[in-house]
C-alpha cells in the first residue's frame, strides 16, 4: 500500500507534532507516523500500574514551553481552542539535605529568600542579584532558543551589544558549578542551587552548563514547574487536535523503517508493516539520529555527517519508578511536614558532582544520588482515583548496570529502585509501605525499550554540553533542520535547542521548512 501527502512525518513526538500542526495550519496535507500507540514522545500519561491512576511515564514539568511563542501567543489555539491548561504549583519545590536541614522554594520571592536567610543572609543577597541579572538577559536567551540556527545571530553575536553582554559570554563557556562555587557560601545554599542545576541531567561540571544555574532557578521561581492538567499527554493530545484539524493524520502503531530515495533525493519512507509513505514536498524525522543514520546509505549522508553522528554523546541515563500510592509524600521541614508536587533529596555538591562522574565510569555514588520526587496529584487529582496519588521517583543510573546491583533484568532495576524508595521513606516518614498500593522501574535499558528515541535511556535527546549543543547539534554544519540528503529535515531533541519539553525544535523545524516553501510562519499564524 502506498499513500502519498505533502509532508509524510516520521515519528510523533511533541516536536514532531508542532512541526505538523505548523504545516497543516499553513494548508499542507501531513500525516505524523508514530510507533507507539499514543503519539507524544516523553510527554507521555500512562495507566502503568493500576486502573485510574494515571503517570507522566517521562516528562512531568513544563515550564520552559511556557515563553515559546507556540504558547506565548497561542499561535495554534493549543490555549484557546483545544482545552490545554496549566497550573503552577506553589510551594515551587521542597528539597532535604544529608543533614536532615529543609528548604521549601515558593512562588513569593522574598519566602524563599527567607528560606534562604536561615542558612546565609550573604546567599539571600546572592540569589537575588542572580534572578535580577537573568531577568535582564533572558530575552536573548530565549529568542536564541526559539530561533533556528542561521537565522539570527549566533549567542555571542547578540549578547555582544548587551550591556552585560560580556559577564555572559564568559559565562556561556563557565560550568554550573563555577558559578554555584563562586556565588554562595552555604553549603546548603550550594546543594540547593546544584540540585536545581542538575535537572536536566548536565554534569554540574560540563563546560557550557553555567546557564543553568540562572536560568532553571530563574524559570522554576518565576512560574513554578508548570503542570497540564489531565497529565502530560495533554500536550500532545491539543497538538493531534490542531494536526486534525485541518489537512492532517496521525497514525499511531505504524514503525519508519526506512527512507525512501529516489535520484539521490528522500521521497517518503516504508514501515514494518510493509507500507509506504510519499511526500510530495518533504519529509520530517525526529527519528534520533543515532538510528536515522541506519535507515539510508552511508554514501548518502557522507563522512562528515556520519563521524558528528558517530561522536554524538548521549550524556546521562535516567532511572525512574512509580507507585500509586493512597497519600501524597509529606516531607520532613523541622518539626512540621511539606506537600509539594516537586521534592528532592539534595546531596552536598561535591557528592553530585562525584556522582555524574561514576555514572560515566559505570558507577553509582551512593552519596551523590539526584532524587526527584513528582506528586502531581497534589495539584490535579484528575490524575487518580479519589484519595489516590500517583508518585514518580526521578533518578540516573549507568546504561549498563553495575556488578553490585547485578543485571537490570536479573533484579538490578529493583534493588536500585528500592534504595531510591528508601530514601525517599526517610524523608517523608508517612508513606510507609502500607500506603504503596503498586510499583514498578524502569532502568535506562527500559526507558529505551519502551521509546527509542530515548537512545541509551537518555531522555533529553543526547548530551547538552557545549560539544553538541547550538550549532554543533546534532551536528556542525547540519544545525539548521536540513540534513545531507535533500527532501528530509530533521526535528526533536537532537536539534536545537536541545531535549526537555520546550516545543522549541518543532517550531524552529516549521520556520525553516515554510522559509524554503517561499513564506514564513509569522505569515501562516497571522503575524
Known amino acids: ?79 484557546s481552542e483545544h482545552g490545554l491548561e496549566y497550573v503552577n504549583p506553589d510551594p515551587v519545590v521542597h528539597l532535604v539535605f544529608p543533614d536532615g536541614e529543609h528548604l521549601t522554594m515558593w512562588l513569593d520571592l522574598e519566602r524563599t529568600l527567607d528560606e534562604i536567610r536561615r542558612f546565609s543572609e550573604a546567599d539571600a543577597v546572592a540569589y537575588r542579584n542572580m534572578l535580577d541579572e537573568f531577568d535582564r538577559v533572558k530575552g536573548v536567551y530565549g529568542a536564541y532558543r526559539f530561533t533556528p540556527i542561521g537565522y539570527g545571530p549566533s549567542l555571542d553575536e547578540a549578547l555582544t551589544d548587551h550591556p552585560d553582554g560580556v559577564l555572559w559570554r564568559r559565562r556561556n563557556v563557565m560550568s554550573a558549578w563555577d558559578i554555584i562555587s563562586r556565588e554562595f557560601e552555604s553549603r546548603h545554599i550550594q ?95 525526529s527519528i534520533h539520529v543515532k538510528t536515522l543514520v541506519d535507515m539510508a546509505p552511508s554514501e548518502a549522508w557522507g563522512d562528515d555527517f556520519l563521524y558528528g553522528v558517530d561522536t554524538y554523546s548521549e550524556g546521562l541515563s535516567a532511572f525512574a519508578s512509580y507507585y500509586a500510592t493512597t497519600e501524597a509524600p509529606q516531607l520532613i521541614a523541622g518539626a512540621e511536614t511539606v506537600e509539594s508536587v516537586s521534592a528532592g533529596w539534595a546531596p552536598w555538591p561535591e557528592d553530585s558532582i562525584e556522582f555524574a562522574r561514576g555514572l560515566r565510569e559505570n558507577r553509582i555514588h551512593r552519596a551523590g544520588l539526584f532524587l526527584l520526587f513528582a506528586t502531581p496529584t497534589v495539584v490535579d487529582p484528575t490524575r487518580a482515583p479519589d484519595g489516590g496519588h500517583t508518585l514518580k521517583i526521578l533518578g540516573m543510573a549507568p546504561y549498563d548496570a553495575p556488578e553490585d546491583l ?15 524508595l528508601s530514601k525517599l521513606q526517610e524523608v517523608a516518614p508517612n508513606l510507609t509501605d502500607d500506603k504503596i498500593l ?62 526537555s519539553i520546550t516545543g522549541g525544535p518543532g517550531r524552529n523545524a516549521a520556520m525553516v521548512i515554510l522559509d524554503d516553501l517561499g513564506t514564513s510562519l509569522e505569515a501562516v499564524v497571522g503575524g
Not at 554534569?203 to 518565576?222: D, H, K, N, T, V
Not at 547485578?406 to 531510591?420: L, N, V
Open 406 to 420: 547485578g543485571p537490570w533484568d536479573e533484579g538490578g532495576r529493583e534493588a536500585y529502585a528500592a534504595e531510591h
Open 191 to 285: 546543594a540547593f542551587m546544584s540540585w536545581m542545576a542538575f535537572q536536566t541531567l548536565q554534569p554540574l561540571e560540563s563546560a557550557g552548563s553555567a546557564y543553568l544555574a540562572y536560568s532553571l532557578a530563574g524559570g522554576r521561581q518565576r512560574r513554578s514547574w508548570s503542570i497540564p492538567v489531565g497529565g502530560s499527554a495533554s500536550l500532545p493530545r491539543a497538538l493531534v487536535a490542531a494536526v486534525e484539524s485541518g489537512n492532517g493524520s496521525v497514525l499511531t502503531d505504524t514503525l519508519v523503517t526506512s527512507l525512501i530515495l529516489e535520484n539521490g533525493r528522500c521521497v517518503g519512507v516504508e514501515t514494518e508493516g510493509g507500507e509506504s509513505y510519499r511526500a510530495r514536498e518533504a519529509v520530517v524525522s
Open 1 to 79: 500500500m502506498t499513500e502519498t501527502y505533502d509532508f509524510v512525518i516520521a515519528g510523533g513526538g511533541h516536536n514532531s507534532l508542532t512541526t505538523a500542526a505548523y504545516l497543516v495550519r499553513a494548508g499542507y496535507s501531513v500525516v505524523v507516523l508514530d510507533a507507539r500507540s499514543d503519539p507524544g514522545g516523553g510527554a507521555a500519561t500512562e495507566e502503568l500500574l493500576l486502573p485510574g491512576y494515571h503517570f507522566d511515564s517521562c516528562s512531568t514539568g513544563h515550564t520552559l514551553i511556557q515563553v515559546n511563542p507556540l504558547l506565548a501567543r497561542d499561535e495554534l489555539g493549543l490555549l
Open 438 to 499: 503498586a510499583g514498578a522501574a524502569k532502568s535506562p535499558v527500559d526507558i529505551e525499550r519502551s521509546n527509542p528515541h530515548m537512545w541509551r535511556g537518555t531522555i533529553h535527546g543526547g548530551d547538552r554540553g557545549l560539544s553538541f549543543g547550538g550549532a554543533q547539534r546534532p551536528v556542525p554544519g547540519w544545525a539548521s533542520h536540513r540534513l545531507p540528503i535533500p527532501g528530509i529535515y530533521q526535528t526533536g531533541a537532537t536539534t536545537h535547542p536541545g531535549g
